[in-house]
């Protein structure tokens, strides 16, 4: 056995070398530029010894590879030297390609990114047929794109049109679905995998190569048709000036596909740009608030199996729904059956389009059970009150639950709004009580909010903390004050598209005015989707709390039934579950952008003041994993920090000249 930190040969008696890779110190296998330097090493080893075959595998049982080490494109000083170390890259999985011997890519699990790459640079690739397994090229998530030949050998193995939905949209596949389409050559469950990457070894089939259809669209005089037709899609998601990489991708293609030798060469040089530019870096920002929130909870400190929510509107019908998705038992209680199974109703479309086996499918529906007479609150580990925003009925619930309760149970409320101190008097220890605040569409928003007090107990909070990763969700603590985080950011933005439109203000120009600056939604439709009534109960709360005036359309509205997306009309009217929206409308005003964006800006600078979260990544990390805030920003405190301070101030104080007091900067500008 080789003993180097990283990769290490074993030959076994059939002459094949098996390639292993087990990152030093690290639970998760990554290419690192050292790495990459010792995988370079080990393959002129191999070109020595001439093995019969080689087939590279992980050695940990965590997966594949999960791609490059995305810390060291913060230490990248600028385009030469992410020149530099694309290149070498390059170079290293060149010479794997160049082996004179079948190599075959053993995956056991993930392989993304440069993972995957190096898993294109062999001659065949044999899968674990497990739903954990998952093969993609996620990198235009960071704002860049694959940058070790993978534009270029994705293409060759599987056509255009199958590469390019990878490579533009970040999705992964399943071995399944990545057999399908040829991006592997077997499937095999992990009893047979090893049989099955010693078969494709010893017995070197064809190697595979893209269907003559999708060799015929990569010919030169479809390729300016086909490329047209891919910017237009992207186009329809992301804007250039936002979001680079995906134009980049298909521009590389549409314009070297005919020389390869020269698309890897300007594969390395495009994504060089894209590494140091600011795009890539506030994503790699993000990428790593991403990884900081995932740090705060521990899934050891909650044992967790049987979840109990009480509730099933849409809400949470929906968190039932998750968390049986993910694996565990749930109850869900409301007063009647009839109110129970629409949320059931959900979880099946939900199950379908997540799990797609019927089995699976089946055992998450058996993992749901209606529960109208509340005896899962017994044996529930965690207990979660998701009824209407009504302080009084929700005091009087938890009277009702906590006797009920097991010893170490954790009791949670999803209230959006409501401070905790104003629900947990009628607990006999009001410091159990934590806030597990989801966003809705629960089952794509990834931010739960972890609402806390002074006084919390600090083992409900690190249970609290523990749920988040349990089911997937990304933890973020913020102190118990109206509104908490998230919402207290959101409500001005939208509140002051609502008092725009009842000026007269095309509802479609404010929704435009917000897609321009990058947000994924207007805060028209937003709204609408979020519902007029919940906006209402929450705007009220701000009313009393920062003396926020609630636009009166909101109200009118509200009052005649009209509640958004679910009743069908709301500012807008809605057909099939889309907003009918009128093309021609007019413009806005030149202001616009600035009124509805500066309103959030100062409610992020209030928070952090107030200390409603600990820090600006926190700020940050919640607004954006919360609200979609333009990722490509790195978030609204980075924004303005990238913007410069004085900039934004004085924005907002023309827009107090022009507007009222509601622009006003808050102190917290001060000590930003």
Not at 10 to 22: C, E, H, N, V, Y
Not at 270 to 288: K, P, Q
Request: charged share 25%; with cysteine.
């Amino acid at each position: 056995m080789n003993s180097d930190k990283n990769w290490h040969i074993r030959t076994d008696d059939d002459g094949i070398a098996w390639l292993g890779f087990d990152k030093a110190g690290a639970g998760t296998n990554v290419l690192s530029g050292a790495v990459m330097r010792e995988l370079n090493d080990r393959i002129a080893e191999l070109e020595e010894s001439k093995p019969k075959a080689v087939i590279v595998h992980s050695m940990k049982d965590t997966g594949f590879i999960a791609g490059a080490d995305i810390k060291e494109f913060t230490d990248l000083k600028g385009p030469d030297d992410a020149l530099q170390l694309i290149r070498g890259g390059q170079g290293v999985l060149e010479r794997l390609e160049n082996l004179r011997c079948p190599t075959v890519a053993m995956i056991n699990g993930f392989a993304l990114g440069g993972g995957l790459e190096l898993a294109l640079a062999c001659r065949y690739r044999v899968a674990l047929d497990d739903p954990k397994t998952q093969l993609g090229l996620p990198e235009v998530k960071l704002g860049i794109h694959p940058g070790f030949g993978g534009t270029v050998r994705s293409i060759r193995l599987v056509g255009v049109l199958p590469a390019m939905d990878m490579m533009l949209t970040g999705r992964g596949l399943r071995a399944r679905q990545a057999k399908k389409i040829g991006l592997v050559d077997m499937v095999a469950p992990a009893r047979h995998l090893e049989r099955a990457a010693r078969k494709l070894a010893l017995n070197p089939p064809p190697v595979q190569k893209a269907p003559w259809q999708q060799r015929v669209l990569s010919s030169k005089p479809m390729r300016g048709i086909i490329a047209s037709q891919l910017e237009k899609q992207v186009a329809r998601k992301a804007k250039r000036r936002h979001y680079p990489a995906p134009y980049a991708i298909i521009e590389l293609w549409k314009d070297h596909y005919d020389d390869h030798a020269e698309m890897y060469e300007q594969e390395a040089r495009s994504i060089a740009e894209l590494m140091t530019g600011d795009t890539a870096r506030n994503l790699v920002r993000v990428f790593m608030l991403q990884d900081r929130l995932k740090s705060l909870g521990r899934k050891s400190k909650l044992q967790l199996s049987h979840v109990h929510v009480v509730g099933a509107g849409v809400m949470g019908g929906d968190i039932a729904a998750w968390c049986a998705l993910r694996g565990y038992n749930v109850t869900l209680q409301d007063r009647e059956p009839k109110y129970i199974a629409p949320a059931i109703k959900r979880a099946v479309k939900l199950f379908a389009g997540k799990l797609k086996e019927p089995r699976l499918v089946q055992a998450a529906m058996d993992r749901l059970v209606p529960d109208v007479s509340g005896r899962g609150v017994a044996q529930a580990d965690v207990v979660i009150e998701a009824i209407f925003e009504n302080t009084d009925a929700k005091r009087a619930l938890y009277a009702e639950l906590e006797p009920k309760m097991k010893d170490g149970a954790l009791l949670a409320t999803n209230t959006s709004s409501i401070r905790l101190e104003e629900l947990s008097g009628a607990l006999s220890d009001p410091n159990r009580l934590v806030g597990l605040h989801f966003f809705n569409p629960v089952a794509k928003m990834p931010l739960l909010e972890v609402v806390h007090t002074d006084d919390t107990d600090p083992r409900a909070l690190e249970q609290a903390l523990a749920f988040a990763r349990h089911v997937d969700r990304l933890p973020m603590p913020a102190k118990s004050s109206p509104g908490f985080l998230v919402n207290r950011i959101l409500m001005p933005y939208m509140m002051e598209a609502m008092l725009a439109a009842g000026e007269g203000v095309p509802k479609e120009a404010i929704d435009r005015a917000a897609l321009d600056f990058g947000m994924p939604m207007g805060p028209v439709e937003l709204a609408d989707t979020v519902g007029l009534d919940v906006a209402l109960s929450v705007s009220k709360v701000f009313e009393d709390a920062f003396d926020m005036s609630v636009p009166p359309t909101l109200k009118q509205m509200v009052d005649a039934g009209n509640l958004g997306r679910k009743s069908g009309r709301g500012f807008y009217e809605y057909k099939n579950g889309k907003p009918v929206r009128d093309r021609k409308a007019a413009a806005g005003p030149t202001d616009l952008q600035d009124r509805l964006i500066m309103p959030l800006l100062n409610e992020a600078v209030a928070c952090l003041h107030e200390g409603v979260v600990e820090d600006a990544e926190l700020a940050d990390a919640g607004v954006i994993f919360g609200t979609g805030f333009a990722p490509f920003t790195g978030g609204p405190i980075n924004y303005i920090r990238a913007q410069g301070k004085e900039n934004i101030l004085e924005r907002m104080r023309t827009l107090e000249a022009r507007h009222g007091a509601r622009f006003a900067p808050h102190e917290g500008w001060e000590q930003l």
